[in-house]
C-alpha cells in the first residue's frame, strides 16, 4: 500500500441540511473502507490514491453511488454528497448545516490546503451565514471579516474594499480577476457559494495585486442530485429579487452535469430616486470524462440599469447635514450595464501524484458612465454645488489563463506538494468621453433644497478617446514542505511581466498622445512556516511581497515603476480534528513603497517616492459550538500611516480606513419539540470613525449597527422544504456612514431596513 491520502466527505440533503449516522462505504478493487457520518454530517477516510466507488445511504433517504477520483497530489480531499429524500418516506432527520465552517481551501496557496496548514490569515464567509443574514451584496458580506469594510462603491457599480487599511479592487471570482478591468456591476450573489478573504501582500498566489489582500467569490457547483430551489425576496425600499436554481445530471452515469441559476432584481433604495433593475442567468457544465479528467465550462451574463449614485458630501470636517435619501445628481440619467463571462476548467490527473489544471475565463461588457456629480462647494455660501456634467462609454475585453501543475512526492522522510504554474492576461478597456463645453457654465443645485427641475438641458461634445491595452504574463513555483508532521513550510516566487499600452486623444488640443506604454517587472516571493506543538493549535509566521504596475509617466516620460508591498505577519491559528470551529489571531506590518506623490518640481506631474505604512492585530473566529448554533466574530485593531509624501502630512491616516472595526454574529435552531425548525439569529457590526480622504480633512463617525434574523424551515409531506426568512438591519434606525473616497463621495448607510424571504426546494 502507498501512502495514504486523507479524505473528507460530507453528507447533505438537497437543502443542505446535514445528514448525520449515513454509512459510507469506500471500494476500490477488493479494498473496502466503511464510515458513518458525525453529528455535522461528516466521515473521515486515509485511503492510498486511486478512483473510488462510494456507496451512501441513511434512513429515509435514496442510496447513492458515486465515483471519486481520491489525488495523492493534494494533502487532503473534500467531497460532497447529496442524498434525495425517498418519496415514502414519513419523516427524516437532519441537522442543520454544518456551512459556517469550510475545512480547506486553495486561496491561500492555489493547492487544496487545510486552513490549520496556511500561513496567513484569512477568513471564509459560508453560504450558511449568507442566507441567515439575507446578504444582498458584498459590503452585507464583507462586515463579516474583521479589518475590512466597502468605503466607497463608485456610485453604486463596483466595490472599493479596504483590508488592513489598504484601499484596493482586488477581488476575483472562481480564482479570476473580477475588478473594474473586467467587471462593471455589483457583485451577484445567487450563485455564490462562499466569500475567502486573503489577507496581506499576495502576489506570489495572485500576481499583480494591491498590498491589502483578495476577495475570492466561490461559484456553486453543479450536483450529481437533480434539485431546485425558488426563492422569493422582498423588503423596505420596494426590495424584491427572484432567485431560481436548477442542478442535476444529464445522463444515468452522472458524468455530465448542470447547474443554471437566474435571478432578477428590481428595488429603489432609501436614496431619492436611485434604483436598480437586474437581470442574471449563469448556466454550468461539468463534463467528467473519466475518473482522470474533468471539463467544466461556465458562463453568466448581466444585464443592469441603475443610477449614478455618489452620495453626499462633506461641510468642514463632517458630512453635511442633510438627509441621508438627499440625492445630489440628475434623477433623469440612467446608468446601463451590460456584460458577459465564459470560460473552461481543465483537470487531468497524470498518475497517482500529478494533477494538471487548465482554466480560461474571458469577459466582455459596457458600461454608460452617465454623470452629474458633485465636484465642488462653493465657499461663498457652503450650500451651492457645481456638478461635473459628463458622459462615458466604458467597454471592457479581458481573457485570462491559467495553467498549472500540482504534485505530491517525498525526499526521504520529507513531504512536498509542488505547485507550478504560468498565467497570461489581456485586458483592453477603450474609453469614449464627452463633457459640458465651459462656455456654457457651470450645472448647479442647492445642497439643502437641490431644485432637480431646475436643471439645464444636456449639451455635451466628446474630449476624450482613450484605449488602454494590457499584456500581463507570469511564472510561479511553489514547494510545500512537510519537514514533520507538525512542522510545515512553504516558500514560493512568482516572476511578472506587465505591459501596458495607452493611446488617448483630446479634443481640446485637438493632438492624440499615441503609445505611453509602461513595461514592469518584477519578483514577488513569499515564506511562510507553520508548527503545531498540538493538534489544535498552529504557530505561524509569513513574509511576503507584492507588485502592481501604475498606469502613466514622469515628467521625462519615465513610466512610473510599480508600487511593491512587503508583509510581516505572525499569528497563531485555533482548529479542532472535526472542524467545529477555526479561530485566528494575527499581529501584521505591511509597508507599501513607489507610491505616486506629486512633484515638487513639476507641477502636475507625479513621481513614485511615497511611502505607507499598516500595522496592526486581529481575530477572526469562526464557531459550530453545536450542528444548531453557529457563531462568527471577529475584531481589528490598525493603525495606517502615510510615512512619506511630498504633499500629505506625514502621521496622516490612510482614507477610508478605521482603526477599529468588530463584528459578531449568531444563530441557534431548534430541533425538538413542537417548535423544531424555528431559528433565531441577532450580530452587531461596528466600526470605528474614519477619514475620507488623504489629507485628512474630514471624519464620518464610528457606529454600531445591531441586525436579527427569524426564520422557520419544514420538510413537507413529499420531497420539498420551505424555509422563511425574516431579517431586521439596523435595528436601531442609526445614521450612520459606510465611509467615503473624497470630500464630494460619502457613502450614508441605510436606515431600519426589513426583508423577508421564502424559500422552496424540491
Request: with cysteine; glycine share 8%; net charge positive.
Amino acid at each position: 500500500m502507498g501512502a495514504k491520502t486523507a479524505v473528507e466527505l460530507s453528507v447533505t440533503d438537497a437543502q443542505g441540511a446535514s445528514i448525520s449516522g449515513a454509512h459510507l462505504s469506500l471500494s476500490c478493487g477488493a479494498a473496502v473502507e466503511d464510515e458513518k457520518t458525525n453529528e455535522t454530517g461528516v466521515a473521515h477516510f486515509e485511503v492510498p490514491a486511486g478512483a473510488y466507488i462510494v456507496h451512501t445511504d441513511a434512513e429515509g433517504f435514496q442510496a447513492q453511488e458515486r465515483t471519486i477520483n481520491v489525488m495523492a497530489s493534494v494533502a487532503a480531499s473534500h467531497f460532497d454528497i447529496t442524498l434525495a429524500v425517498r418519496s415514502n418516506a414519513e419523516t427524516v432527520t437532519v441537522s442543520a448545516s454544518n456551512g459556517s465552517l469550510v475545512a480547506a481551501t486553495d486561496i491561500g496557496t492555489r493547492t487544496e490546503t487545510l486552513l490549520r496548514d496556511v500561513p496567513q490569515s484569512l477568513q471564509i464567509v459560508s453560504r450558511q451565514v449568507l442566507d441567515q443574514q439575507q446578504a444582498r451584496s458584498m459590503n452585507d458580506v464583507l462586515r463579516n471579516v474583521a479589518g475590512v469594510v466597502i468605503p466607497w462603491t463608485s456610485g453604486g457599480r463596483y466595490e472599493s474594499i479596504t483590508i488592513r487599511g489598504f484601499t484596493t479592487m482586488n477581488q476575483f471570482k472562481d480564482g479570476f480577476r473580477n475588478d473594474p478591468n473586467s467587471n462593471r456591476a455589483p457583485l451577484e450573489l445567487s450563485n455564490v457559494e462562499r466569500v475567502e478573504v486573503l489577507k496581506g501582500p499576495s502576489s506570489m498566489v495572485f500576481g499583480r495585486l494591491d498590498p491589502s489582500g483578495v476577495v475570492n467569490v466561490v461559484t456553486r457547483s453543479p450536483s450529481p442530485n437533480r434539485a431546485f430551489n425558488a426563492s422569493f425576496t422582498s423588503g423596505s425600499f420596494r426590495y424584491n429579487q427572484l432567485n431560481l436554481d436548477w442542478t442535476g445530471a444529464f445522463n444515468k452515469k452522472q458524468s455530465v452535469l448542470y447547474r443554471v441559476t437566474v435571478s432578477g432584481l428590481d428595488t429603489k433604495s432609501f436614496r431619492n430616486y436611485v434604483f436598480t433593475q437586474k437581470a442574471f442567468v449563469a448556466p454550468v457544465v461539468t463534463w467528467v470524462v473519466n475518473p482522470t479528467l474533468s471539463v467544466r465550462l461556465y458562463s453568466e451574463f448581466l444585464i443592469q440599469n441603475s443610477v449614478n449614485d455618489q452620495g453626499l458630501i462633506a461641510v468642514g470636517t463632517r458630512p453635511a447635514n442633510v438627509s441621508i435619501s438627499t440625492y445630489l445628481n440628475d434623477p433623469k440619467l440612467i446608468a446601463p450595464d451590460r456584460q458577459g463571462k465564459v470560460g473552461i476548467s481543465v483537470d487531468k490527473t497524470v498518475g497517482s501524484h500529478w494533477v494538471l489544471r487548465s482554466y480560461e475565463r474571458s469577459s466582455v461588457g459596457v458600461s454608460i458612465y452617465n454623470s452629474r456629480v458633485a465636484q465642488s462647494l462653493s465657499t461663498k455660501d457652503n450650500r451651492t454645488i457645481t456638478l461635473n456634467d459628463s458622459t462615458s462609454e466604458q467597454n471592457f475585453q479581458t481573457h485570462y489563463w491559467i495553467n498549472e501543475a500540482v504534485g505530491r512526492l517525498r525526499t526521504g522522510p520529507i513531504g512536498h506538494t509542488i505547485l507550478g504554474g504560468f498565467e497570461l492576461d489581456r485586458e483592453i478597456n477603450p474609453n469614449y468621453a464627452k463633457a459640458r463645453p465651459t462656455a456654457l457654465g457651470a450645472v448647479t443645485l442647492d445642497l439643502y433644497n437641490p431644485n432637480y427641475a431646475a436643471l439645464p438641458a444636456r449639451v455635451l461634445e466628446m474630449n476624450l478617446s482613450n484605449n488602454a491595452d494590457g499584456a500581463y504574463g507570469g511564472f510561479y513555483l511553489q514547494d510545500q514542505i512537510e519537514l514533520r508532521k507538525n512542522l510545515k513550510l512553504t516558500l514560493g516566487t512568482r516572476y511578472d511581466i506587465a505591459k501596458t499600452i495607452t493611446d488617448t486623444y483630446f479634443s481640446a488640443r485637438g493632438a492624440y498622445v499615441p503609445h505611453v506604454s509602461g513595461r514592469n517587472t518584477a519578483w514577488s516571493p513569499r515564506t511562510g512556516i507553520v508548527y503545531q506543538p498540538m493538534e489544535i493549535v498552529s504557530l505561524y509566521a509569513t513574509y511576503a511581497k507584492s507588485f502592481q504596475p501604475q498606469i502613466g509617466t514622469t515628467f521625462d516620460s519615465s513610466p512610473y515603476q510599480p508600487t511593491r508591498g512587503e508583509l510581516m505577519e505572525t499569528g497563531i491559528r485555533f482548529t479542532n480534528p472535526s472542524q467545529r470551529y477555526v479561530s485566528t489571531i494575527s499581529a501584521y506590518q505591511i509597508k507599501q513603497t513607489n507610491v505616486l506623490t506629486a512633484d515638487p518640481v513639476h507641477s502636475g506631474y507625479s513621481i513614485g517616492v511615497g511611502e505607507q505604512r499598516s500595522k496592526g492585530i486581529e481575530s477572526d473566529n469562526t464557531l459550530q459550538l453545536t450542528r444548531n448554533w453557529n457563531i462568527i466574530a471577529g475584531y481589528a485593531y490598525d493603525i495606517p500611516q502615510v510615512t512619506r509624501d511630498n504633499t500629505i502630512p506625514v502621521g496622516n491616516l490612510l482614507a477610508g480606513a478605521p482603526r477599529h472595526t468588530g463584528n459578531f454574529w449568531t444563530h441557534y435552531t431548534l430541533s425538538n419539540g413542537g417548535l423544531k425548525g424555528l431559528g433565531v439569529g441577532a450580530g452587531v457590526f461596528g466600526s470605528g470613525r474614519r477619514y475620507g480622504d488623504a489629507s485628512n480633512t474630514y471624519l464620518t463617525p464610528g457606529y454600531a449597527r445591531v441586525d436579527t434574523n427569524l426564520s422557520y424551515s419544514r420538510t413537507l409531506h413529499d420531497t420539498s422544504r420551505l424555509n422563511v426568512n425574516f431579517n431586521v438591519q439596523n435595528v436601531g434606525d442609526r445614521r450612520y456612514f459606510e465611509g467615503g473616497s473624497t470630500r464630494f463621495r460619502i457613502a450614508p448607510g441605510a436606515p431600519r431596513t426589513f426583508i423577508g424571504s421564502i424559500t422552496w426546494t424540491r
